[in-house]
């Protein structure tokens, strides 16, 4: 039979997740393919969706805490401190010295956790598995740490408004210590010498995912992922919070925006967080770890609850209406989280409860640009694209 | 009577022959899928199976009985005849390429004078069993994992094909049998020393037309969930697993007869330590064969997954060039020499 001429050819339109093993959790892209070749690409999301804003809004600013756990799941210090530093500042408490390298200290310690995940199932998504089963041995030394440190190890709700919920004890701080003892020589003859020079791990990630400097600002993007492309932008850096301005770090920077640069991006930060652990445990102050001035957002100690009557009402109310003489005011405040800028805007009036919290989540951002990453790509570029950006769903669904 | 008695002779012996052959072969299927659990999990700092019986060495028995006791679940929408053919083909071709592996001097179920091209075709034969599982299943992830294999598999068949042309050449025979007992006229006593590139070539095509990483993509999971068998349970997916890793068995097999001088050991080795000679061949060509399945599962545990494009470069202006090169060079050798 002759071909005539109204053959067509038709794209295929497959339908990645919400339940697929490369999508993070329940991201759902929508890809038109022509072959193996991505023609659109569409990201779909919000299928984690809890409504952490609407939420907050019938919380008190104590209550609210661990709502923020459940943003970015892998990494919850982090996002605990950015809430804690947005209603600090909203309402003028100053952190005691210790309790900041306290919070520096869990949020780097979070932020290894986090890359070590994100490389890790990104490498898994390209089909190194042996990396991903390394590095789940280290993150349980770290979640074992973070046990210790406060009886939780995932969602650990630590950080308080005005300080930390508990002193660390020596054991954890030696244990810590020893950790990072070994931890930058792990990473380079364990991880690094399974990908860096790998050739395929180059052919697969070297030139994919291009994103440059301009476009990424104008994404939004923050990050591993912006300084990948060679944008020198870390808050940790520009609006110093905690004890960032105390500790020496430097800011990897990436070339060329691709894959690969974003990936090294990540092995460095982590030895830079390793550093700044190391440089945390050295110099931690002696003091307190709570505010004395934020009586009204912190919880009287247990024991005085139980015997005291003033605490016991002073709990009462709090728990029930939160702080009655919290000033009106709003404020946006940001924070490195491992993902990018995790921004609070925090609208208070004066009801002892968030009027409105707003969050600038950095994996909703990054999970936009995932069209612009997937420009002439191909369905396996699509996969190291998706673990490039490094979304956690609970984070970009709120 | 005695008449009959002679003609059924040679039919007994031969499915005798055959039920060993496979029977021992899936037994080494079993427990390749248990080895590879295990060596993979070692070296990622984990134990593999260890709940099921001693070390979990009954896991695989359990395996099976799961997957034989499965629903087995059709697609609504599928081509069914087709989607319950695909499975049958792809195990017949990897079995049947059993027939033509010499195990030990004289061991073999059909001692053809084409065993080579006897291989080759039949796994080719098999790539009919993946492209028929994609289309029948009526998924757009089979589908996929269907394209990408058979495009794998017809570009590298040729030059897997090619890297044997050069043992062709110096064994100047296409049965395995004999191309072994080339082998040991030579001091060398393999053919991994003259055709190291066509080893090289040989084995790099052999990951790839059995799917294993770091050309997996027929079935890459984090892309395609599972590939072209990804609507497939129970028994029928059981084909599917037990028939790659019965490919893995024949591939390896063809590297020790093709380069390692199958069940012999090299003179120059048995020379100097004549007490070698008493290790029965089955036993060497066993130990081979085990080298080169824990090969497969090291690449596994050590490589990322090659892009589709990236495969196809490889494939077509890397292996196959390298192959003819070594063809050419052969064959002035073989001329001058001879």
């Not at chain 1, 930058?184 to 440059?212: C, D, F, H, M, S």
């Not at chain 1, 894959?259 to 307190?288: F, H, T, W």
């Not at chain 2, 993979?40 to 709940?51: A, E, S």
């Not at chain 2, 001097?105 to 080719?124: D, E, H, R």
């Amino acid at each position: 039979m002759p071909i005539t001429n109204d053959m067509k050819t038709k794209n295929l339109t497959i339908s990645m997740g919400p339940q697929h093993p490369a999508t993070h959790g329940v991201l759902k892209v929508v890809l038109e393919l022509d072959g193996e070749s991505i023609v659109k690409c569409t990201p779909y999301v919000g299928y984690l969706h809890r409504g952490v804003e609407k939420l907050a809004e019938s919380m008190t600013y104590l209550s609210a805490l661990p709502l923020t756990d459940r943003l970015d799941y892998i990494a919850s210090v982090c996002n605990n401190v950015g809430y804690c530093v947005a209603v600090e500042r909203l309402f003028g408490i100053e952190v005691p010295e210790r309790a900041k390298f306290i919070r520096t200290m869990t949020c780097e310690m979070a932020r290894i956790s986090s890359h070590i995940l994100g490389v890790a199932t990104h490498a898994l998504d390209i089909g190194a598995m042996t990396v991903f089963l390394y590095s789940f041995r280290d993150r349980e030394t770290l979640l074992d740490l973070f046990e210790m440190l406060c009886g939780a190890r995932l969602t650990v709700s630590y950080p308080r408004i005005g300080g930390v919920r508990n002193d660390v004890t020596q054991e954890f701080l030696d244990k810590l210590y020893a950790f990072t003892d070994t931890f930058p020589a792990t990473i380079e003859r364990e991880y690094e010498t399974l990908l860096n020079e790998n050739r395929i791990w180059k052919q697969r990630t070297i030139g994919v995912g291009v994103i440059t400097a301009e476009e990424a600002i104008n994404w939004g993007m923050t990050g591993p992922n912006l300084r990948g492309s060679g944008v020198f932008y870390d808050i940790r850096k520009f609006a110093p919070y905690d004890a960032y301005d105390k500790v020496e770090f430097d800011v990897p920077l990436g070339k060329n925006g691709d894959v690969y640069d974003r990936y090294l991006c990540r092995m460095e930060e982590m030895k830079q967080s390793n550093r700044i652990i190391r440089q945390c445990i050295e110099q931690l102050p002696k003091g307190a770890i709570m505010a004395p001035d934020a009586p009204k957002f912190t919880l009287p100690p247990k024991d005085r609850v139980l015997a005291d009557m003033e605490s016991l009402i002073h709990q009462f109310v709090l728990i029930t209406k939160g702080p009655i003489a919290a000033p009106e005011g709003e404020l946006y405040a940001s924070t490195e989280v491992p993902k990018g800028e995790l921004g609070f805007y925090i609208i208070s009036d004066g009801s002892g409860k968030p009027y409105r919290m707003r969050l600038r989540s950095p994996s909703f951002v990054h999970v936009s640009a995932l069209p612009v990453l997937c420009r002439d790509a191909m369905v396996a570029d699509f996969i190291a694209n998706v673990g490039t950006i490094d979304i956690v769903l609970g984070e970009c669904d709120r | 009577m005695s008449l009959n008695f002679d003609l059924i002779m040679p039919f007994i012996f031969i499915l005798v022959k055959i039920a060993i052959v496979i029977g021992v072969t899936m037994l080494h299927v079993m427990y390749c899928t248990y080895f590879e659990r295990k060596v993979i999990g070692h070296m990622q700092v984990r134990l593999g199976p260890m709940r099921v019986g001693p070390h979990g060495l009954l896991q695989p028995l359990a395996d099976g009985l799961k997957l034989f006791f499965k629903e087995d679940i059709i697609p609504t929408e599928s081509d069914k005849a087709v989607f319950k053919l695909a499975p049958i083909i792809f195990t017949f071709a990897a079995m049947s390429s059993l027939a033509v592996i010499p195990f030990y001097n004289g061991f073999v179920v059909a001692n053809i004078n084409i065993g080579l091209l006897y291989i080759l075709a039949m796994s080719s034969l098999g790539a009919y069993g993946v492209v028929m599982a994609g289309w029948s299943s009526n998924s757009k992830f089979s589908f996929l994992g269907g394209l990408r294999s058979s495009a794998q598999v017809i570009s590298y068949e040729v030059a897997m094909g090619m890297s044997l042309i050069g043992v062709m050449l110096l064994a100047g025979s296409l049965n395995l049998s004999e191309i072994v007992k080339a082998q040991q006229q030579h001091w060398y006593g393999m053919y991994l020393i003259p055709q190291c590139v066509g080893y090289f070539v040989f084995l790099t095509a052999a990951f790839a037309e059995t799917n294993r990483t770091p050309f997996d993509l027929p079935e890459a999971e984090s892309e395609l969930v599972a590939g072209y068998f990804v609507e497939y349970s129970g028994f029928r997916f059981a084909l599917y697993f037990v028939s790659e890793y019965i490919g893995m068995i024949v591939m390896s097999s063809m590297a020790v007869v093709c380069f390692w001088g199958g069940w012999t050991l090299p003179p120059f080795i048995t020379n100097a330590i004549p007490a070698l000679l008493l290790i029965p061949g089955l036993i060497i060509f066993l130990a081979k064969v085990y080298f080169h399945i824990f090969l497969f599962y090291w690449v596994r545990a050590t490589v990322p997954r090659y892009r589709y494009d990236q495969l196809m470069a490889l494939g077509w202006k890397v292996l196959l060039p390298l192959a003819l090169i070594n063809i050419v060079v052969t064959s002035i050798v073989k001329f001058l020499v001879a």
